[in-house]
């Protein structure tokens, strides 16, 4: 195995890692509040984070 | 890695996120995939466009990223001027701004990837773009964390062209000020260029469709540096290293409701997912093959790495959220930042050159 794919591995794992333990960390997912699948004509108005926002 | 386990993980994941998050995430994972199979397999490097404009006076690049640009703003204003559900990415003119866009836009290149740059290739397992993404995701959180000490140097309120001029002016004027730009890139590079190039073609159109469903279902047009942030954030907070009530930015409702959420509920965090996903897809069939580095290169792009993460904070996005996001849903703030980044990546290209990139 080079290098190149070593890291290819750790940088998978830590990936994976991450996202178990904030799974397991953060609080539990409202199931019966998930938002439309698609937002557009939903009614909803959506609240997710995005770069352009100041605040 | 082989393309059938890795078929299998993904369809695992997209399995879970329908079942334990939730279907519009999983739909938005695959999105994703496509847009880092798209980027990776068309190598849309808006750096690498950029770069070869500059100093081979080739158009080719800039000029699929201005049909990105043209394609994404003809489905995004006119849906956003039908559908009320749906956000632009609007962020503030300021002085923030402008520092953040030149740092970007030089380190960019010095770090060869912008924000979705470092997405794909860290994908495709280039070994300096994996080792940037951690660092790029703290210098995001950091720039954040700093963000109204910056935004207290001056600012105004963001500055919408639909708000302004309606969805056909809003259209008529970006349209316009692509075909400006294409004519100042047309000054420069001369005559008899070859302008087209079917890999950038197919790459623009693939990307605006994506770009289009991903505003049609999150809501929000495609961002890449929020979630990385937001990553970051966490693992701060996680090790008490950090309190978001004390912090501006975090402690703003949506920011801290989030810290408390998984990052798997997160648009921003699940594109970015599927992209580095999507490029994995591709380079199981064409690995990428990229020269060794020496210990002083790794650091500089380390360093750069961590610095374009926290610039594109203080620019309120990189060529993905402000460039593209910002112009194809009429944020002035888009406008503002090309030029800008452009001038940093016409020192960074010098400074690229000078370490031995």
New interface residues.
Partial sequence: MSTTQKLQWVFWLGLAGFLAWDFSASGPVDLRNEPPLIAAGSGQATSGGHCSMAK | MKRLPLAALVAAFFLFLVF?????QA?LLLVGMGMGAALAGARFGFTTGWRQLIEQRDPRGVTGQALLLALASLAALP?MG??S???A????P?VSLLIGAFVFGLTMQIADGCGSGTLYK?GL?V?LN??I??LFAFGSFLGSVH?DQW?SLG?TE?VSLSAQFGTDGALALTLGLLALALLGVRAWVGSGKQWIDKRWVWGAVALAVLATLN???????W?????F???AA??SV?LGAFDPAAN??WS?A??AQ?L?????????TITS?GI?AGA?WVSAKSPSADKPLTAQQWAIGLVAGFVMGYS??LA???NV??ML??ISTG?L?GWIWVPLAFAGTMVGVRMRRRFGF
Wanted: glycine content about 14%; charged content about 10%.
């Fill in positions: 334990s998050v939730s279907v519009r739909v849906l039908q559908f559900e749906l956000n990415a609007l962020g503030p300021s860290a397992g070994p994996m080792g993404l951690p963000l935004l600012q963001p505003l049609l279902l999150a809501g929000q047009p961002g890449v540096v929020y979630g942030g937001l990553w966490k693992v996680a501006a930015f703003q949506g920011n989030r408390t959420q998984t990052v798997l509920m997160d648009v921003t997912i580095l994995l594109s904070r309120f996005g990189c959220g402000a996001s910002g944020s703030h």
